[in-house]
């Protein structure tokens, strides 16, 4: 019998898990191999990809915001060894966030709706 996927290719099978987020709406369930690099190009990293998406991570009752802000140089560095830096935010009022008022609002979502947490995050300095 042939199978149906509904994922795009190189989705991991855990990726079928579905569970509903703070606004009730369907998403996927955590998992790392979501959020791995996808492959050894540049362009499949989670962090080049971070340039244009936000990901969102929810806990029981909050939703956060993780983006790529912009890029900073060590302090001594030549020019050109600059590195991407990252806000970590929580999503105030995460219950009314929904699919509609996020596209509404912006993506990464505008300051009057986060909290920021933690700003010019280095990379190295996110743990999964």
């Not at 709406?25 to 080049?48: C, H, N, V």
């Not at 990809?49 to 060590?74: H, I």
């Not at 806000?87 to 929904?98: G, I, K, Q, R, Y």
């Amino acid at each position: 019998l042939p199978t149906i996927s509904l994922l795009p290719p190189g989705y991991p099978p855990s990726a079928l898990h579905v569970m509903f987020n703070l606004a009730n709406e369907p998403m996927y369930k955590y998992s790392l191999q979501l959020i791995a690099d996808r492959g050894f190009e540049p362009k499949d990293w989670t962090s080049t990809r971070l340039r244009a998406e936000a990901l969102y991570l929810e806990s029981g009752s909050k939703r956060y915001e993780l983006t790529q802000k912009g890029t900073a140089r060590p302090k001594g560095a030549p020019d050109g060894a600059e590195y991407d830096t990252y806000c970590f935010a929580e999503v105030l009022l995460p219950h009314a966030m929904d699919a509609d008022a996020m596209k509404r609002a912006g993506v990464p979502l505008p300051g009057e709706h986060v909290r920021v947490l933690y700003d010019g995050l280095d990379w190295e300095e996110i743990a999964w």
